[in-house]
């Protein structure tokens, strides 16, 4: 069967096949900003993320780096990311909320609970969407 399948592939099959193996990687995930400064000391203060050792505006969550631009600056409007939440890993969801909201951050709602996870809601000062995140059920 597969062997028939190989051999049945269109030449555009074959370069589907070529391109599927080109992207390895998430390089970085871009944060859309009206003010650079207020978001670097709001990922970097507020969030705590680690800085990037070469750019100025880049902040690492794990291994995801998160980088700061400012359409505008290029002549594009500026739209905050709505509805994709970046979900942000924590250990204790409740306890990271306590601690984001004793710096003035505020959350939509009540921390949500699926069955899975603990999720809380909340947005940078440009209004793009984020949460933190707590999988406490095994994968699989």
């Known amino acids: 069967m597969e062997l028939r399948r190989r051999l049945t592939r269109t030449p555009a099959d074959r370069v589907a096949c070529k391109i599927e193996g080109m992207i390895t990687k998430l390089d970085f995930v871009a944060i859309p900003s009206q003010d650079g400064e207020r978001s670097r000391r709001f990922y970097g203060e507020t969030l705590g993320l680690r800085p990037d050792d070469h750019g100025q505006f880049e902040y690492w969550a794990g291994e995801t780096c998160l980088g700061i631009w400012e359409p505008e600056r290029l002549g594009m409007a500026f739209a905050p990311q709505k509805n994709g939440h970046l979900a942000l890993h924590v250990d204790d969801v409740a ?34 969407d984020l949460m933190l995140h707590h999988r406490y059920a095994p994968y699989g």
């Open 95 to 128: 306890a990271a909320r306590t601690d984001l909201e004793a710096k003035g951050v505020t959350f939509a709602g009540d921390t949500l609970d699926t069955g899975v996870c603990h999720m809380a809601f909340f947005t940078d000062p440009d209004g793009n």
